[in-house]
């Protein structure tokens, strides 16, 4: 039902800060759990962070906790995540997916498997 594009992305030193968008071009989001998800050269998916559908509770990989910050407007279209003290490591193709959540709820949905509807990506590179 939503439709999901990712922008924000670029190449950046270490240190530097981006701060990826995704809108819901087509629904807003509160009846949807949104997770960034990231993947870098040779190595598998993994979740970084998930905001609720009631858009309050967000949750964080211990690998971007204290770095990043994910938050939504306040009319539930776009969720950003800010992406402070970049560092090589976090060079990666990422991904915003939103997985059917009830309607408001500060329960987050972290079950990869849920996440049915997923943007194409946009690439983040940091350098030394």
């Known amino acids: 039902q939503v439709q999901l594009v990712e922008s924000g992305g670029g190449s950046v030193q270490s240190g530097q800060s981006l701060r990826l968008s995704c809108a819901a071009s087509?629904?807003?989001?509160?009846?949807?759990?949104l997770g960034w998800f990231r993947q870098a050269p040779g190595k598998e998916r993994e979740a970084i962070a998930y905001?609720?559908?009631?858009?309050?509770?967000?949750d964080y990989a211990d690998s971007v906790k204290g770095r990043f910050t994910l938050s939504r407007d306040g009319a539930a279209l776009t969720a950003y995540l800010q992406m402070d003290d970049l560092k090589p490591e976090d060079t990666a193709v990422y991904y915003c997916?939103?997985?059917?959540?009830?309607?408001?709820?500060?329960?987050?949905?972290?079950?990869?498997?849920?996440?049915?509807?997923w943007g194409r990506g946009t690439q983040v590179t940091v350098s030394a």
């Open positions: 997916a939103a997985a059917p959540s009830a309607l408001r709820t500060e329960v987050l949905t972290t079950s990869i498997e849920k996440f049915s509807t």
């Open positions: 087509t629904l807003p989001l509160y009846t949807y759990t």
């Open positions: 905001i609720s559908a009631g858009g309050r509770t967000t």
